[in-house]
Structures are given as C-alpha cells and as structure tokens.
C-alpha cells in the first residue's frame, strides 16, 4: 500500500470513523481501524460492536500509487494525522510491519496490527430507505435522548422508541420518571417498530453534526443503518418489546401557564443553587427538589428548602396564566431545566393536571413535541 | 447586620476571597467566610490555614444600615452571588440565624455559622515592606513554580526558594530533575531566604491575575504577607533549608544551538505523540523520553521510539549551531516543553555540557532566566 492525500480530507474522515471507534475492547483488534483501497478508493472502518462505520473516499486529492489493506491502531493514527502541520500525507507499507506517515518533516512509523484478525462487519443491504432531513434527526435525538435511563435495570429504556404506524412516526424516551415525546408525520413509509440504544444516537448525532441535507436509514429487526454522503453508520438495535406509554399523558388540565423559557431556566437555576440533593440507592433518582407554586396576584413562586443550608425563593410573572385553581407541586429541577432546555420556543407552557398528577411542557414554535415530568414528594 | 452593596464590587472580592477557602477542613468553621462591618467598612476573611485572605471593602455603592458580624458558609454564598442577577445586594441577619440575601425577585436564606468558633487570624505586622511590581511576581511565579516536585518525599522541594543576598534575589525551584532559575536586582533590601509553598504561590498568581501595579511583601520567619490595593493575602512558608542549587548549573558548553521557540514546541508535542510514558515507582519520574541529535548538514533530529507502537521524527533547521563535536541526548518531553514555555523570548539557545550531563535553556528576551534539565538515559 501507497497512497497520499490531503491531510484535511483524511482527517475530516477519521473524525466520523472515531465515532466507531471502542476506548478498549475485548477484542484489541478492534481498536484499530481497517485501512483497504481498492485502485482508486480508499475504504476506512471502525466498529465497537454496538456501532461500525464505514467510510468511502475518493477525493481529487488522493492518488493511489499501490493498493494494499492493513489495520493500524486507531487512536494513535487519528493523533498523528491530528497533529502534523502538512498539507499533503504519504502513507506506505514498509517490509516491517509498519505503516509509514510522512508530512512535511514529520515522519511516522506505525506498527500495523494483523488484517486477517479484523472480523467481517455485515453492512445492512441498502434496500428501501426511509428519507429524512439530516437536521430533522438531529432535533428529534436532541429532544428525546435525554430522558433515556441511564442504569440497565431496564436495558429497553435506555434505548429511545421510534414507532411507526400509518406514516404516523411517535418517538418516545422515558427513564420511568419522565418523558419525552415527538410526533412526525412521514410521506410514505412501512410500519417499524424499533428501540436505539442511547448511546448509538450520541454517536449518530456529533456524525451529523457537521453535516446538513438529505440522510438515508435502512432497518432490519435487530440493526439500523443510517448513509449519508460517503458513510454508512450501522446500529444494533435494542431487543425486546418497548413498553405502551400512549396513556401516560393527561389530557385534562385545570391549569395553564406561559412563561418566557429563558427567565424560567434561569430562575430555576438561581433556586437550584440552595435546592437539597436527594440521594436515593439507584443513582437515576438522584435529584434536587424545587417546588412551584401559585402566589395572590398570580405571580409564580419557585422556591426550594435545604434542611442544612437554608432557602431560597424566586418570583416570577408569568406570559399567562389559566387557573381554576392554586397549585403547589414539586419536581426536580435537572429533569425540569433539561426538558425546558429541550424547546427552541422562546415561550413554553405549563399544564399541570394536579399535584400528585405528571405535568405536561409544550413549546409555541416546537411542532408536536411534548416532554412529561412526575411531580415528586415533598416532605 | 443589615448592608446593601454592588454585586460586581461584592463578586470581585469574594474571587479574591475564594483563593483562601478550603474544599473541605478539620475545622468546619473555616469553610466559612467571616463578614465583619464597621460603621463604614466591610470586612472578609478566609483562611485555610495555609493561605489566609483578607479584604476591605470601603466601595461607594457600600451603605451599612446595621453593623455587624456573622461566618456563611464560603461555597454557598459565592455561588449565591455569582448567580444573581441583580446589580444591588441586601445583605442582613434575621432572628433565625440565618443571612437573608435579596436581589430582584431573588430571595436566599443562607443558615450561618457561629462567628465565635472562627479562629483569630494573625496577620504580619505590616512594617518594611518590600517593593515590586505585580507583573514582576506573576512572570517569577510562572518561569519557576512548575519546577518544584509534586509529592512530599521532599517537602522542601515543594516549595520555590527566594534567597537574597546583597540585593541579588535569586529564585530557585527544583524537583531535583530540573531546576528552574531567576536572578533579580533588588533596589536595596536586607537579606532573607525563604521557600514559599507551590500552592500558595499558584494561589497568588490567579488573586493578582486581574492586578497590575505595586505590591508589598512583608516577611517573618515562618509566614509571608502580599498586600496590595485593599487585599491581604497571607502565606506559612516550609520550614527547613533548601539545598545549595548553585554548583548544579555547568558553565562550559562545547554545543549551543539556536531555535525558534514555536518551531522546537510543536515538534515536540508531534514525537510525543509516539513516545513511551515510562512510569517509575515515584509517580514523579513519569516522562516520555525523546531523544535530540545533530544530523549531517547540522540539521537537528528530535526523535523517539516506542516498543510497542513504533517510532516517530522530525527535523529541524536550527537558527543557528556551534558544535565542536556531535551529541545525542534524551530527556523528558514534559519537562522539556515546560521549561520551553516558561519563556517569552521568540529565541532561545540551548547548551550542552555532554550527553550525560545537565543542559540549560536560555531565551533571547527573558533576562536572568535559566532553565536546566538532567538527561535521561536512553536504553
């Protein structure tokens, strides 16, 4: 193997192939990544297992002088390509085992790991893809991936639920807590039922990050693949059956109110400060209390008690405000600011179906998502 | 007590104050912050027995309705606020014990401490004062503290060493690898020889990071105090006699080599990438180990190999070389860019006694500063 080519375009590649890419793995093999070229393209691949990637490049800049495969260990090739200052990079294999990296002044001797210990990554077939707006996917893992759990206790809930029926796609998070939920409409597409694993659609979504246009993904019962441009991002999908949460969310609520979202947060936050950290036995349930609650006038107080520290209180105007009513009702405040975060409407609002009831959070601007939180007790 | 005060102006000193308190102490109360009025003035204090901090606020926007004095918990009432909105600040004890913070809508209840468990913080006597510029003690602190060791098998060596004898002030920190130098020309002051500990000194460069001007520096035997604008900041020093350091730096060299400082940096950090992190018993002599040559042609070779991975070049034309003779030599690529960088000049000349003595650094710009480092033996 003989190769040069321009350092950005390599490396803007390696950055995509990290994302596969295990810290350590049973199999050292596979912290390497498989370097194959073809006469006049050049394949990259990385896989964890749970993830492979896929890269294809055949840039103006590349010129291929002898083709050849090997596996280089990956962390260290990403570092090296990372930090040279040349413009253009010469790789070759040299009779001992070693890949040679050349820029500029620099020169590299990498030891190459043995091809022949790589194993074969099944790529899905590209048959029938579902066609999505790259941002369109970026939104929906941004407003749901949080609210996954984070323990394996229920190893389904750390996936998020995409649900497919009638074009009608609902996508749902929840850690039994709370939940976040986002309805799509789709052109034209068979039905699909199928949990991805939290960490999956991390990966999927710093992939995507630089990247804005049309995105292809292609399902079978146990993997997802997902092509855009030159990359295949492949996925196993969670086993098991997600659970039925279509009657988790009121739909009577005596109370109502806006608020501008940024004045919101930030009251919040300032309480948070003083709010006391519940420490339960399962470290999902941690969390610090804060307590709303309709004040004469009605004005909005947020407030929280710290049996060590002291209080803290806050109060806000609301946009609006719909009450039957009063209602004092306590939450956490990570999940509160993480589901306000999660709207890009500058004003949300609040219905809440009483105390001991899930509250629902609804943005102006942001179609159809909905994020759930279970109040908690205050004692 | 019940005061009102600018945010910005409490904000700023409390930065100050943070640089005393403790993350945790065998003596709870200390932290506390003490807060202290007289009729006109505003009193904080910190200590964590090391450091102990000091400021006195006499600001404009300062109005005291009820003197008084009272300990909160540090963290707690920084972190208060630093969040605040507001631009003015009521501060007053309630009957409950408690600090009632108000600003805007905000309201905190901070629980305080008992001002009487707060111990007595004797600061030095403020006569005869050395003199120097901020800026002076910043650029010392910075060229020399990196060189002290980090663990107590020495504890002398933890600290820099500030010797002057006949207005000659010569600065020293060794880790008994590399040895850190500044000799400074005092204006006229009796001789004193003390060693400040390494965190105490990183404390002092964040409080003055924000200060340029005249200091004073008032010492005792066993304590040393920096004032300036309204601040006190106090230090213990190590006890003990720091060791003779003045035969240690040789003084003839029949290799200096000149080069551009970036250019030698970023070489550097490229070969490191690939050189072994050989991890000794003492957690202190963990290096990567690169190696420096003259080629033909006079061009420098900064190389390194690794056993596992492989091996990695660069060269580089100096700017300029004299050299009776030809030279490989290893040290630590850490030590070696720490000592790099200590140094402001674009320049700087490198010396060589031999391959299995000590080299030095010196740049262009940065007068009186000498950088050494034991090499390492290559195997």
Partial sequence: MNITIDREILLENLNVISRGLPNKSPMPILTGIKIETTDTDLFLTSSNTDISVEVLINDVSLKISEPGKTVVPGKQFIDIIRILGAKKINLYLDENNSLIIKGDKSEFNLKVMDYMDYPNIDFVTLENPLILESSELKSIIKETVFSTAQTEKKPILTGVNFNNKDNQLVVTATDSFRLAQKIISLDSYEDFNITIPNKSLDEMSKVLDSYDGKISLYFTSNKLLL?????????????????????????????????????????????????????????????????????????????????????????????????????????????????????????????FSGEIRPFIIRGDYDVNLTQLLLPLRMD
């Fill in 227 to 351: 092509k855009y441009k030159n990359v295949l991002f492949q996925t196993r999908l969670l086993d098991g059956n997600y659970p039925d949460t279509s009657k988790i969310i009121p739909n009577n609520f005596p109370i109502i109110i806006r608020f501008n979202r940024d004045e919101l947060i930030s009251a919040v936050e300032r309480v948070s400060i003083m709010s006391p950290k519940d420490k339960e036995k399962d470290k999902e349930t941690t969390y610090s209390i804060i307590k709303l609650s309709i004040k004469k006038d009605r004005i909005i107080e947020i407030s929280t008690t710290n049996n060590i520290l002291g209080s803290a209180s806050e109060e806000i105007i609301p946009t609006d405000i719909e009450a039957t009513n009063s209602i004092t009702i306590g939450f956490s405040s990570r999940y509160f600011i993480e589901a306000l975060r999660s709207f890009m409407s500058t004003e949300i609002t609040i219905s």
